[in-house]
């Protein structure tokens, strides 16, 4: 098991959802603003994205997209906005008027007017993407729009990926077309169930199965795969014994206990340490016992490249984000410590997550930085058991 995801707490989770967006405060000294999105939830919004902003209303009445000269925020403006991070542990939830939709091969995002290629792809299939793409960074009438190549389009032809193309510029003017026409605080376009979020972002080489015992989710994730992902069709199965459940199947009570553990132990007898503070994630290495000096070399090696991999998983799993300190076992050889950052990152570039190794301290504290897009998992089990202990 890669990932666990769990259902938002609340009734409807936000990740994900556009908004018709309204400005209740501006403050210029953090270059940021609050913007409420309903009349639960107030986000943090970034100015330096404002000049490009779609609004929909002005605090003046003056309706429309600011087209000429910069633009000042001001409280009462009306903009689209989606949510870009969930609420966490002392910070408020954060949108974006950089608008995105997601397809299997391409993200599209508004305004915006660059193509990006996913640095997973190899370099022939990324000579082969730009060529397909290039074409297709025309200027639109609504202002323009950016292009994401995913990974998995180096598995589909010129005319999937122009298909998918069209589906998503599409829905793209309809958001902003329904958004110019709602009041403030209005939902313009729901995200995706994370369950079906988890199908179209995982890649196509790492979809073995599909397997659910719930029976409208098993139709819901059936209807997707139909429309748009025919292919992974014959992968979905609905489990229906009535003696054993799917969690216990997996031994997925095992998986969350395990995740509440701050120790992990490797297969060579080392661990790993990881707790989650304020600021940052810390891991530690250890070697777990006494090793002879004469094979202290080949012995800190082979633990740190097995702990490189475990921690790889173990952020995924977890979820843990943000800024993360691995305090790897010292080595000697510089040669030692280029590889174990090589192949560190390797094991980073599998997660759907942005990850990557930073750098390497003078103190040989190893620093990475993970994107933060959803709570972690241990603090969404903390809320579940406050919520069941409430109810109680």
């Known amino acids: 098991m890669a990932e666990v995801l769990l259902p938002p707490l609340e009734q409807a989770g936000v990740f994900g959802n556009i908004y018709v967006g309204q400005v209740e405060r501006v403050l210029p000294d953090i270059r940021g603003a609050f913007v409420r999105i309903d009349k639960n939830r107030t986000c943090f919004y970034d100015l330096s994205e404002q000049e490009q902003a779609i609004y929909v209303g002005r605090s003046d009445d003056h309706g429309g997209r600011q087209v000429n000269g910069p633009y000042h925020l001001k409280a009462g403006d009306r903009l689209l ?223 740190n490249l097995e702990a490189a991999q475990e921690i790889a998983f173990q952020l995924r799993l977890r979820n843990l984000s943000g800024a993360v300190l691995v305090d790897f076992i010292n080595m000697e050889e510089e040669e030692d410590e280029r590889e174990l950052m090589r192949v560190f990152q390797g094991y980073l570039d599998r997660d759907p997550v942005k990850a990557e190794v930073v750098d390497m301290t003078a103190l040989k504290i190893v620093e990475v930085s993970r994107q933060k897009v959803r709570r972690p998992v241990a603090e969404e089990l903390e809320m579940f058991d406050m919520r069941e202990r409430k109810k109680i």
């Open 81 to 303: 906005v989606q949510v870009s991070r969930e609420r966490m542990r002392g910070k408020r939830p954060a949108v974006t008027s950089r608008l995105s939709v997601t397809g299997r091969y391409l993200v599209l995002e508004a305004p915006g007017a660059q193509l990006r290629l996913s640095r997973k792809l190899s370099g022939s299939d990324r000579i082969r993407m730009r060529g397909y793409m290039e074409s297709a960074m025309e200027p639109e009438p609504s202002g323009g729009y950016g292009i994401l190549v995913r990974t998995n389009a180096r598995r589909a032809d010129r005319q999937e990926i122009f298909r998918e193309l069209d589906l998503l510029k599409k829905r793209l003017r309809q958001i902003c077309e329904r958004g110019r026409s709602l009041p403030a605080g209005s939902l313009v376009e729901a995200s995706w169930p994370f369950y079906l979020m988890a199908i179209q972002n995982a890649r196509a080489e790492d979809l073995a199965g599909i397997v659910t015992d719930v029976p409208g989710i098993y139709e819901e994730i059936q209807a997707y795969l139909r429309d748009l992902q025919p292919e992974d069709l014959p992968k979905l199965r609905l489990y229906e014994d009535a003696h054993l459940s799917l969690y216990h199947l997996y031994s997925l009570g095992h998986v969350l206990k395990g995740i509440r553990k701050p120790r992990v132990w490797l297969k060579s007898g080392g661990s790993l340490v990881i707790e989650q503070t304020e600021a940052f994630v810390s891991i530690d290495v250890n070697t777990g016992g006494y090793v002879a000096k004469k094979e202290s070399r080949k012995t800190y090696r082979k633990i």
